[in-house]
């Protein structure tokens, strides 16, 4: 449960007046957080809150415009619809699913992690931009450029609005594994005509970091609130990519959805994307990923409109807890020998997802997207040894606490002392009858339970 939401002077775009209606923000709606968790609420008192902070919002609004009015602000119109959406359509649609709802806690929950996502992202990208502080836009760039100007957008991007520096790890990002994940997927019509579907894939553990940030409190599962923050941040996010690169026609949102890792891959198995770049921010990782056709056309999957989103969140979370219960572990095994990978895989892949490698290079690549549970690791490699491979791995942050288990030829005291000395979480000798190296696999995933 969150504990509050704190205003924190990063969101300052440096206007007096307007950086102490948006602290105002905060303050109202980390009071009206405390009091739709206080147990002898009432509807009246959640209410009251409620159009305080829509009339405060409305207000600022009004005030925010004449300022940029006043100094001329280039983009002045496009900010003026973000404020018309969210005040015409977003509110209203909220304040009626409460009123429908009784201003339960749940409803209540979901009105503040809509507008925590929509002015925290709003604030840091848009508000910015009236002062001059962040303002890329790039037109009439080479077709050989585009995706070198995209990537520096996002980057740009995720330092503004996340605070955090992201480095690009692969720009052929297509649903590789890298642990439990939240997706936003969102359908555009440009003005024309030309559909836009935009995927923005998300770690588990970069949203609980953001949420921790803006809430100033320490996140540690995915939630209503978390799901809720995470569709209006990306929305934001949108938005500036489209002010920012013309050429991607982000006109109007027509739908949106949440897409399980499955369901991910299957999209991307029917259409590839013509842009699908991943990103390690030291947080988490964070995929961007855009075509110009709809990849799940036809298939089933539920729509989040104004009417749904709240029951539409909770079923994908339930969803998402079940699949990933259901989910296999997944071990890598490196080795040099083709006739050692293809027998360990034959042993393991009924009842583990088995990935390879034939060196460390290749390990240290498949680690970087798809993060095992377990690797089993030759410790006799040529060029690259298992010493030398183990010492890359736990040298990045990212990885350095994946568990490695040694394989060996080699059962003689020294090579084993030799093997320990590394502190792996075990050695298995190849020589060893498979099912005693079965077993102990088993064992290991059991004592992680």
Known sequence: M??????????????????????????????????????????????????????????????????????????????????????????????????????????????????????????????LAISGKTNIKWT???????????????????????????????????????????????????????????TLVYEEQLLLKIMSGILNTEYKKVDDMVINVSRYLSRQLLERVRESFPQMDLANLEKESLLTHAQLVESFERMR?????????????????????????????????????????????????????????????????????????????GKYRVLEANSSVAAIQTITVNKPDLILLDYEMPVCDGRQTLEMIRSEKTTAKIPVMFLTGRGDRDSVKKVMSLKPEGYLLKTMPEEDIMKMIDDFFATKK
């Open 2 to 127: 969150v504990e509050q939401i704190v205003w924190n002077d990063r969101y300052k775009i440096g206007v007096d007046f307007i950086d102490k209606e948006h602290k105002l923000l905060f303050t109202t709606m980390d009071r009206l957080l405390k009091l739709s968790e206080d147990e002898g609420k009432t509807e009246w008192v959640c209410r009251e809150g409620v159009k305080y902070l829509k009339n405060h919002s409305v207000e600022h609004f009004e005030h925010e415009e004449a300022y940029m009015r006043s100094i001329e602000y280039a983009d002045y119109e496009i900010h003026k619809r973000l404020h018309d959406n969210f005040r015409e359509y977003t509110l209203p649609a909220l304040e009626e699913e409460m009123e429908e709802m009784n201003y339960s806690t749940e409803s209540i929950r979901h009105f503040l992690g809509v507008c925590i996502g929509w002015v925290v992202a709003h604030t840091l990208t848009e508000d």
């Open 140 to 198: 009439d760039i080479p077709y050989e450029g585009e995706r070198d100007a995209l990537e520096h957008t996002i980057r740009q991007l995720v330092q503004d609005i996340f605070h955090l520096k992201a480095k690009m790890i692969s720009e052929q990002y297509i649903g590789q594994d890298f642990g439990k994940d939240i997706c936003c997927r969102f359908i555009y019509r440009g003005q024309e005509k030309e559909k836009w579907e935009i």
């Open 273 to 349: 994307p013509s842009c699908s770049l991943l990103f390690d921010t030291g947080a988490g990782y964070f995929a961007f990923c855009a075509t110009t056709a709809e990849s799940m056309r036809g298939k089933i999957t539920s729509s989040i409109n104004n009417k749904n989103a709240m029951n539409i969140v909770n079923e994908y979370l339930v969803s998402e807890k079940a699949a990933w219960k259901e989910q296999k572990k997944k071990i890598l095994v490196v080795d040099d020998s083709d006739f050692m990978r293809s027998s360990m895989v034959k042993l393991l892949e």
